[in-house]
């Protein structure tokens, strides 16, 4: 079983970037996705990259902000956002193995994004 664990998150002002880095345990070609859930809200998923790069959004809010790629030589995912956003805030999760926005196999802990105005 892959195991997923994302790093990057933090303090941002509004306006501003941050990148998060999602580090498989080990090769896979399975999609790795990228999540994340406000306090009191559900489990959002973000969008997802395949193997050969190609990625897929799910969530309008991120389109043209925020982009998902690949580092197969790294074992790694990244989410790049960018124009962030106080309504942004939440934690961020990554996942492997995405299927049509839901994740089959491991999740990793969540890392903790907050835009402040």
């Known amino acids: 079983q892959v195991q997923v664990a994302e790093t990057g998150g933090g303090l941002v002002q509004a306006g501003g970037s941050l990148r998060l880095s999602c580090v498989a345990s080990?090769?896979?070609?399975?999609?790795i996705g990228w999540f994340r859930q406000a306090p009191g809200k559900e489990r959002e998923p973000l969008g997802a990259?395949?193997?050969?790069?190609?990625?897929?959004y799910y969530a309008e809010s991120v389109k043209g902000r925020f982009i998902i790629s690949r580092d197969n030589a790294k074992n790694t995912v990244y989410l790049q956002m960018n124009s962030l956003k106080p309504e942004d805030t939440a934690v961020y999760y990554c996942g492997h193995d995405v299927r049509n926005g839901r994740v089959f196999g491991s999740w990793g802990q969540g890392t903790q994004v907050t835009v402040s105005a």
């Open positions: 080990g090769r896979t070609f399975a999609l």
């Open positions: 990259v395949a193997y050969g790069g190609g990625s897929v």
